[in-house]
């Protein structure tokens, strides 16, 4: 762990390799992405609201509103190993836009059938699924892309810049899911549909080539079974790199946490008397600690080591989470908690996507992706599992106080690991591949 970690595979000249970067701004490719992306995760957070309040709005209890949660992240979670080896042989274009256009069609039926009144939970659940899955499927594919966008100093920057679209959408697209649910409860569903349509029509303008010519690089061309090559060559990278497999334990945490805490929130606000557009509001102005994380993100990696950045982040944690114990009830109250808290998803967010990008060859982008990810989210389907019957059953303080110590316990993992309190600065390179970084055939 110690020394400089380097980029073991350097850029196609399709990707760029130009002493002096476009700047992002004024990168077309990656601006018309950037915008596509930000309309879609828009109408994405309006449906992640309305979700659990149809369910609880039908059914009435939150233990049935984790069921859904729990059934969204699983099915997301089982996607990502094979999507991952997917988007490495796939055309990344044509599975960025197919992927969009597949959320939108789920969204506009899941529309419909609330509209005419015959929208049960296997259906929501369904159609939570196909959005899951579809989430998946772009992701690996776009982060595989990045690297043929822009130049490699650039990209802590764009990573940065598409983590303050997530946390952009996720400051307004709570509130707006919660007042169009009161106004139609057919309406966040909608609008989530155009929003991908427009999305994939976007990525079609795309003009760049999205991955380097066949046969280029460790681990293509394929040939090996899909699942194999994911076990055999995301795994396999993952083993090799001292660096992902620490960032790697300092995720799955704070991924089990998220997912509970939230869902206690709308629970408890809802227990409390507040009606679906407060809920929304209140978790939009939550999500304002997101933004801000984003825009720090930056400044944050070039001014301060790495170990300080991660550690920061997880002891951050269970301080806002622990404080949500005392608050619980209090909707804004518990709001300008949360937002403390999500301030450290971006951050930790653009250090493990750069270290992750920089460190794997562009041939393997999507089965490490997927493999990182994986293992990263393992904990988080049953966020919403235990969170939901936590609540109906100790009440919104105990689950809150339970959640804090499992922080603590990750946090205090995590500071004991020397590799942790060691970990690199990453220096991006712009050469040809690494022989000696790529994986034996014996690997492989």
């Known amino acids: 762990m110690s020394g400089l970690a380097t980029v073991p595979e350097g850029r196609s000249p399709e990707s760029g390799g130009d002493p002096a970067p476009v700047p992002l701004r004024r990168n077309r490719d990656f601006q018309v992405l950037w ?27 939150a233990a049935l509103a984790g069921v859904l949660g729990f059934a969204a992240y699983a099915a997301g979670l089982a996607a990502r190993l094979p999507a991952g080896a997917f988007c490495d042989r796939a055309d990344r274009r044509w599975t960025m836009a197919s992927s969009e256009a597949g959320r939108a069609l789920a969204m506009a039926v899941l529309a419909v059938a609330v509209i005419a009144g015959a929208a049960p939970v296997w259906l929501v659940i369904a159609v939570a699924v196909v959005d899951s899955v579809g989430l998946e499927l772009f992701r690996f594919a776009e982060r595989g892309a990045l690297r043929h966008i822009v130049h490699p100093s650039q990209v802590p920057s764009a990573l940065a810049r598409n983590e303050a679209r ?38 079609g303008t795309v003009r760049r080539p999205l991955r380097e010519p066949a046969g280029g690089g460790p681990g293509g061309p394929e040939r090996r079974p899909l699942m194999r090559a994911v076990f055999r060559e995301g795994f396999g990278w993952i083993r090799r790199t001292p660096e992902l497999r620490v960032l790697l334990l300092a995720a799955i945490g704070p991924n089990l946490v998220f997912g509970a805490a939230v869902l206690v929130i709308v629970a408890a606000a809802r227990d409390a008397g507040a009606g679906g557009g407060a809920i ?111 609540f109906d059953a ?29 970990l690199p600065t990453i220096t991006p390179r712009e050469a040809g591949p690494d022989p000696a970084a790529r994986p034996s055939e014996e690997e492989t």
Request: net charge positive; hydrophobic share 60%; charged share 5%.
């Open 35 to 61: 915008i596509g992306q930000s309309i879609a995760h828009l109408g994405n957070q309006t449906a992640l609201l309305a979700y659990p309040l149809l369910v609880l709005a039908v059914h009435g209890t």
């Open 166 to 203: 997530a946390q952009a959408a996720a400051l307004a697209g709570p509130a707006a899911g919660g007042w169009l649910f009161a106004a139609g409860h057919a309406l966040p569903f909608g609008a989530n549909a155009v929003t991908h349509l427009v999305a994939a029509l976007a990525v």
């Open 280 to 390: 929304g509001t209140a978790l939009s102005a939550a999500s304002l600690g997101g933004l801000l994380g984003a825009v720090a993100a930056p400044a944050l990696l070039r001014r301060l080591p790495p170990p300080a950045v991660l550690l920061g982040t997880a002891w951050l944690l269970p301080a806002a989470i622990g404080g949500l114990a005392l608050l619980s009830g209090r909707t804004w109250a518990m709001a300008a908690l949360l937002c403390g808290a999500v301030f450290t998803v971006p951050v930790f967010n653009t250090l493990f996507g750069a270290y992750q990008i920089q460190l794997t060859p562009d041939a393997l982008q999507g089965r490490v992706a997927g493999a990182a990810t994986f293992v990263t989210g393992a904990a988080q389907p049953f966020g919403p599992l235990l969170g939901g019957p936590l």
């Open 394 to 422: 100790a009440g919104a303080a105990a689950t809150f106080a339970l959640l804090a110590g499992l922080l603590v316990l990750s946090a205090a993992a995590l500071t004991a690991l020397p590799a942790a309190r060691r």
